[in-house]
């Protein structure tokens, strides 16, 4: 079985990418742009593999993406391209027009391309997945309630506003013109390979170079965490086991105040990589002023998928966080040059930024990232 797996040099892709390959039974392309996280590094463990092959290309270059689906005699997309930090979304909507809805339109203008020409067997077999993110379903009460695959849409974001676009044009294009395609919609992800802008891996980063921990408002903020490689597991049983024109929630089951993760990882450390004097990491959180439009609460019932697909995630969020914060440790080759060279944890998301290169730059400078965060926020 051949997927493509666009995206698949950031964070989620690149989980997908390194579960997909550890099966001999499948070949995996993985089709990124490689803009800022973008990172091969991320695919050391499989670059050298007999069944992975790396496309740096542009989802919106519908031209390219044809080709490739073509010579690689593709059976499974799996659509993780998406730019996916809601605090860029602020300061420059205009790219997440383009890459999350003009770039979905063009990929799947390039998937019936190609699954219109294939021989009637494998035209049956072929699946457009389309991962998406919990945030198109707005916010939940703190009292109670949880997202199901019938919630209605009600984005608060630029970022989950423009994935909402991107899933209704995904199942306009199975109801018009019967394309087989799946979704699935995902909890805030977590574990090794994080960019970090998002919350977890920047407190972690933070921590250790002894700089504040910011935490939005009062810290107050829920939501539901879900281990990166469980999310991985996931996506691979919605496409090639989901029924086409369904969608499936993905969640960890872990609800925790924003707060209450940055206080979890400070003790973590306070084990694991003591300050000096003994005192506590907790001693560097800092309340910052709360992001613009900021949801209160999400949480995933994943009733469906566990039911239908047989999934269920291994990790807690105790236990994946640990795996985690060791991971951070261990591995300064990989966040070091990030950190340096990339992003160094600024703040983002106080507004738009007037005449910025984000917000005027041209569909074929899109990025490529991954979410459902396609993943989590630096203070979500």
Not at 75 to 86: F, G, K, P, T, W
Not at 363 to 378: F, M
Request: with cysteine; aromatic share 10%; net charge negative.
């Amino acid at each position: 079985m051949n997927f493509l797996v666009t995206g698949g040099a950031g964070f989620i892709g690149s989980a997908v990418c390194r579960h997909l390959c550890a099966n001999p039974a499948y070949r995996v392309t993985n089709l990124d742009k490689l803009t800022y996280a973008g990172n091969l590094a991320s695919l050391r463990p499989i670059e050298n593999a007999h069944n992975y092959r790396f496309e740096q290309a542009d989802i919106c270059d519908e031209r390219a993406v044809l080709e490739i689906l073509r010579r690689d005699d593709i059976d499974i997309v799996m659509n993780l391209a998406a730019e996916s930090h809601v605090d860029r979304s602020i300061d420059g909507p205009g790219t997440f027009i383009e890459t999350n809805i003009v770039g979905t339109y063009r990929i799947l203008n390039a998937a019936l391309d190609y699954w219109r020409g294939l021989p009637a067997e494998r035209k049956s077999g072929f699946r457009f997945h389309h991962v998406s993110t919990d945030e198109v379903f707005g916010d939940l009460p703190f009292d109670g309630g949880m997202f199901v695959e019938e919630t209605p849409y009600a984005p608060s974001s630029p970022y989950s506003a423009s994935k909402a676009a991107s899933d209704h044009l995904v199942r306009a294009w199975h109801e018009t013109y019967g394309l087989p395609v799946v979704l699935s919609n995902c909890s805030n992800n977590y574990g090794p390979y994080h960019f970090p802008e998002k919350l977890i891996p920047l407190v972690i980063l933070n921590a250790l170079d002894e700089k504040p921990l910011p935490v939005y408002g009062a810290g107050a903020n829920v939501r539901d965490w879900l281990f990166v490689e469980d999310h991985a597991c996931a996506l691979e049983l919605v496409a090639t086991k989901g029924r086409p024109g369904e969608s499936y929630n993905v969640g960890g089951n872990s609800e925790r105040t924003n707060l209450g993760v940055v206080e979890a990882i400070c003790d973590l450390l306070d084990a694991r990589r003591p300050r000096a004097g003994g005192t506590s990491y907790r001693g560097l959180i800092t309340f910052v002023t709360d992001r613009p439009g900021h949801d209160r609460r999400y949480a995933i019932d994943a009733s469906k998928i566990a039911r239908d697909l047989g999934w269920a995630p291994r990790e807690n969020f105790d236990s994946g966080l640990a795996r985690t914060v060791d991971w951070y440790l261990d591995n300064k080759w990989w966040w070091g040059p990030i950190r340096e060279q990339r992003y160094n944890g600024e703040r983002l998301g106080q507004g738009p930024i007037e005449n910025s290169p984000t917000q005027n730059s041209p569909v074929g400078n899109s990025l490529i990232e991954n979410r459902t965060d396609e993943s989590s926020k630096v203070a979500t």
